[in-house]
């Protein structure tokens, strides 16, 4: 129904920003998007390995004996299956990292791709976190095999600060999961390896109490299964008339600020007919544990029909990278597009 107070949130969550526990509402966007030629998220055909000529790294900074180290966070962990909405996402926490030395450090981040996917890097900060993420120009094709050599021991961040520790990550994407809910329309439809399965009656955020869901482009960050809900989160007292609490079968969350999908029995009666939830996309058991047993973390999920569109977060708040268009995403770039050979 509503949102939520969940518990051990993964690795790959933790990337994504702090958590907070709400139903949509809790932790508005750090970075709010202006409306852009975001690029387009219902396509999920795979990116064409179009001839490229890579630019050359410079030689990244070293820094013997750094007075602080940094340990940048990976996702996803090897050996991991995800969907192919998932970024490869690194972040130097509370570590912001000069631009004059993002050329080298991308330099030292080797991905390599089977089959072969150009994609580009792109630099954000986001509340004192630097996050530099990895995508193709389009969503990942099915069963791309993903390897990151990431050479950072040693290579300077900043004044007297440097990175610690060489890493290599390898993940497979997943068979193609895009689902996309209209608003308007109160349903949810689900694309798997280009076949339509099933169209799902949902329920929404209620706008009209400012309980809108983030309209956008997001990814499963987390199948949590049930988490338990609760109004408090949000600073909303439990015997409000807009209060909640309760625990919620089949939950998978999208937003670090507490958006998810997931089962809401105690809202049956408005499936495809109005939105009242406090930012979540809430459907039936039957429907939610079969979407449940389908879905991979970085699964995509596109929201459109908002009456008031409040934007997905770009950055610090999920995965919202397929918001921004290729221009954009090659704009926050040092080097451009890498080949993935």
């Not at 340990?71 to 995800?82: H, K, L, N, S, Y």
């Not at 600020?257 to 039957?286: L, Q, R, W």
Request: proline share 6%.
């Amino acid at each position: 129904m509503r949102l939520t107070r969940a518990v051990g949130l993964s690795a790959a969550l933790a990337l994504s920003g702090p958590a907070v526990t709400a139903c949509g509402g809790g932790a508005e966007a750090e970075q709010r998007p202006a409306k852009s030629s975001a690029a387009s998220p219902s396509a999920p055909a795979p990116s064409s390995p179009a001839p490229v000529t890579e630019k050359p790294a410079p030689e990244a900074a070293l820094l013997k004996g750094a007075a602080r180290v940094v340990r940048p966070e990976i996702a996803p962990a090897d050996g991991e299956t995800v969907g192919v909405g998932q970024p490869l996402a690194i972040v130097f926490k509370q570590q912001k990292v000069s631009k004059e030395l993002r050329a080298g450090i991308e330099g030292r981040l080797k991905v390599s791709t089977s089959p072969q996917v150009p994609g580009a890097w792109h630099w954000n900060e986001t509340k004192g976190d630097t996050r530099v993420h990895f995508r193709p120009e389009k969503f990942w094709p099915a069963g791309t095999r993903v390897t990151l050599d990431a050479r950072l021991a040693g290579v300077k961040l900043a004044e007297g600060t440097a990175a610690t520790g060489d890493r290599t990550v390898s993940f497979t994407i997943g068979d193609s999961m895009v689902s996309t809910v209209d608003l308007k329309a109160r349903k949810l439809t689900v694309v798997r390896n280009g076949k339509t399965l099933r169209t799902i009656p949902v329920s929404g955020g209620d706008e009209s109490k400012g309980f809108g869901t983030r309209e956008g482009i997001k990814t499963i960050l987390a199948k949590e299964g049930k988490v338990v809900m609760d109004s408090l989160s949000i600073g909303i007292p439990r015997n409000h008339p807009d209060g909640f609490y309760g625990s919620y079968e089949y939950s998978m969350r999208e937003t670090v600020s507490g958006e998810f999908v997931h089962a809401a029995p105690d809202n049956a009666e408005s499936f495809g007919k109005e939105n009242v939830s406090h930012g979540c996309i809430g459907m039936s058991t039957d429907d939610a544990k079969w979407l449940y047993g389908l879905s991979l973390k970085g699964d995509v999920v596109q929201v459109t029909g908002s009456t008031k569109p409040k934007p997905m977060d770009r950055f610090g708040n999920g995965y919202g990278d397929w918001n921004l268009s290729w221009e954009e995403w090659l704009e926050g770039s040092a080097l451009g597009i890498r080949t993935g050979a």
